[in-house]
């Protein structure tokens, strides 16, 4: 079955940096974009980046372009989220995900993984 395990999340204070990962098993990976997600506390979903399955297009949501850098590694079914200059406002929950079906849709998320950024 498909699976997409997140890590990485932990708590980092403002100007700081993480790296997601996104393991994954149960399809092809070299096959499929995979897309980063997000919600912050309150608020709906928000598209942050996606990766070709090649790794060679990538493309990345307004509030994150600059600072975030998505990545694979197709040898070990990994994507990955490098995240510097965080802000406070990239608190979340982040999610990998397969599949989209409509407007911030999938139909294959990981478990989501908590980043809190500190003032």
């Known amino acids: 079955q498909v699976q997409l395990v997140e890590s990485g999340g932990g708590t980092v204070q403002s100007g700081g940096s993480l790296r997601l990962s996104c393991v994954t098993s149960g399809f092809t990976f070299s096959e499929y974009t995979i897309s980063w997600v997000r919600q912050a506390p309150g608020k709906g979903l928000e598209w942050i980046s996606d990766i070709n399955p090649s790794g060679g297009r990538t493309f990345y949501g307004d509030s994150v372009k600059g600072r975030f850098t998505v990545s694979r590694d197709n040898a070990k079914n990994t994507v990955y989220l490098q995240m510097n200059g965080l802000k406070p406002e990239d608190t979340a929950v982040y999610y990998c995900?397969?599949?989209?079906?409509?407007?911030?849709?999938?139909?294959?998320w990981g478990q989501g993984t908590q980043v809190t950024v500190s003032s």
């Open positions: 995900a397969k599949d989209p079906t409509s407007h911030l849709q999938y139909a294959y």
